[in-house]
């Protein structure tokens, strides 16, 4: 079984600050990592996704995620956020072969400052 | 093009009443996944469907709750004898196939149970 740990609950942040939300996960199997926001009152919406070959992946919305295998972690970076960045960003795996259902960390909730 | 629908987008019901929740996904699309999102626990799996292949059911959490998918394309999602602890968002997700394609999510049904 896989598991996801989305280490901060809320981050907030000034507009034209960098951002990075932090994902760690854990599984026995090789996983596929995902990054999706829910804009409020929203579907989610995918940022970007780790299938294999470069651990950078860059997403849309100028963000971008690095894969660290031996840390297990999937941190998500953005340089320079803007006030429609305010969303809740949710880090998720899958274990590809094995399924393709969604393991979801608990989500984290930016909220961008002017 | 459209993406997944689901419908109602609201349903408010008494306790011990069924309840039918409904989702069209995009069309084309294979695979198409139930989760759900209630505040204590987060984003969960409930089901998932792939192609005629016999559904994923380990994570629908009680006998109450029943999904189909009736000629490849529709779901229903059906909660039986609704209990409060049911209260949450109802989300559903297609994917042009299992496996690494993006699952592309609709705007979900709130579902509260009095």
């Known amino acids: 079984a896989q598991s996801v740990t989305q280490l901060d609950s809320q981050v907030p942040v000034f507009e034209e600050a960098p951002v990075e939300l932090r994902c760690n996960y854990s599984s026995s199997v090789s996983v596929y990592l995902f990054w999706y926001v829910q804009y409020p009152n929203q579907g989610l919406q995918l940022l970007l996704k780790y299938l294999s070959g470069s651990t950078l992946v860059k997403g849309i919305n100028g963000f971008e995620a690095e894969f660290n295998k031996s840390q297990t972690s999937f941190h998500l970076r953005k340089p320079s956020v803007h006030i429609s960045d305010t969303a809740e960003y949710f880090c998720?795996?899958?274990?590809?072969?094995?399924?393709?259902?969604?393991?979801f960390g608990g989500g984290t909730r930016v909220l961008v400052k002017p | 093009g459209a993406g997944v629908s689901q419908s109602p987008s609201n349903k408010v019901t008494e306790k011990g009443k069924d309840v039918e929740l409904r989702c069209d996904p995009i069309?084309?699309?294979?695979?198409l996944y139930w989760y759900r999102q209630s505040l204590g626990q987060g984003l969960e799996f409930l089901i998932y469907f792939q192609g005629n292949s016999a559904p994923d059911k380990s994570g629908l959490p009680s006998d109450r709750f029943s999904a189909e998918r009736t000629g490849g394309s529709v779901s229903t999602l059906t909660i039986q004898r609704t209990q409060q602890e049911d209260s949450a968002v109802y989300l559903c997700a297609s994917s042009l196939e299992a496996g690494t394609d993006t699952q592309y999510f609709g705007p979900g049904t709130r579902l509260t149970v009095l």
């Open positions: 069309s084309g699309h294979t695979a």
């Open positions: 998720a795996v899958s274990a590809g072969a094995a399924g393709n259902k969604l393991t």
